[in-house]
């Protein structure tokens, strides 16, 4: 079939090299512009545009699509199908009508729950224990288009949204290259989603990585895993933000102490912090404007002390 791929960050990549890869001519790659990225705020390319690049596909890069010229460009294009991952844009009707076969997109959930920007993260933050991936027609209303396929995958215990997001992609692509197949055979399902199931993944915020220490060691843990690589779960340390890049469950030795407490340090298992019912070790952490560093580096450089509840938000005086 005739594709028109879109997608932009690197979770787009590995189902457009999948497509190029499955026999199906991809005539057309959108992504969005170049942006800034990066610590010196360099003007970078979408990871999408780079691969495409490399697999010598046409490549266009739009700040919106839902304008007149796109809709003459893929009009004049004609694809049988158009491919959304991860493309960061809502698509009005018009253009999705534009494609013999429909427009068909990638999600990072087991739909209808976790519709919404940040699936991965949230799935992980809520304590979820399985996840996927779904295939599905596009509609109106945003993750909310007939189901085609389903693949489902559980959820290490520690694994970090991070390391899941590669683990999805993955996934996405081998169920895109399936659907097309399908499609192409006239023989794909089509699956009304129940919308009572159906949990909005919102979008994520700096403010959402804060560590509340008072909640139970399970959501604390699942908030620090759920939260990395981005935004960061973080607390406060000297009146900077620290951000805690690893941790661990506390093996309720029995040590208490108030939320937020250090009640040990081991230079083999990290900081131990006491929270609503148990506590959380620290094994691996980032100071701010510092470099991430193992637990036992932060001990001997910062001096954290027993005893004492040195992660309290600054304060706003």
Request: with cysteine; proline share 7%.
């Amino acid at each position: 079939m005739r594709i028109v791929f879109m997608g932009t960050p690197d979770f787009a990549v590995p189902p457009l090299r999948s497509l190029c890869q499955s026999g199906h001519e991809v005539a057309l790659v959108i992504t969005q512009p170049d942006r800034r990225a990066g610590r010196g705020r360099v003007v970078s390319p979408p990871p999408v545009k780079v691969a495409a690049t490399d697999l010598g596909l046409t490549v266009e890069q739009y700040e919106t699509v839902n304008c007149e010229e796109f809709y003459e460009r893929l009009a004049d294009v004609a694809p049988d199908l158009v491919v959304v991952v991860a493309f960061g844009q809502i698509l009005r009707d018009e253009i999705l009508a534009v494609p013999l076969r429909g427009a068909i997109n990638v999600h990072a959930s087991l739909l209808p729950a976790y519709r919404g920007v940040a699936p991965i993260n949230w799935v992980i933050v809520k304590g979820e224990t399985e996840t996927g991936v779904t295939t599905m027609y596009m509609a109106t209303r945003v993750d909310a288009g007939e189901i085609i396929l389903t693949g489902k995958t559980p959820i290490g215990d520690n694994e970090t949204a991070g390391e899941l997001y590669e683990r999805l992609s993955e996934m996405g692509a081998s169920l895109l290259v399936e659907t097309v197949d399908l499609i192409e055979r006239g023989d794909a399902p089509r699956i009304a989603q129940d919308p009572s199931k159906r949990f909005y993944a919102r979008k994520l915020k700096k403010a959402d990585g804060e560590i509340e220490w008072g909640k139970p060691s399970r959501e604390v843990y699942d908030h620090i895993r759920g939260m990395t690589p981005w935004p960061g779960a973080y607390t406060w340390y000297g009146g900077k933000a620290l951000v805690v890049l690893r941790a661990r469950r506390g093996d309720g030795s029995g040590r208490r102490g108030d939320p937020g407490e250090i009640v040990a340090i081991d230079d083999e298992n990290g900081i131990e912090v006491a929270v609503g019912d148990g506590t959380v070790w620290l094994s691996e952490l980032k100071p701010e404007g510092k470099r991430s560093m193992d637990a036992g580096a932060f001990v001997r450089g910062y001096r954290p002390e027993v005893g004492t509840s040195p992660f309290a938000r600054p304060s706003e005086e």
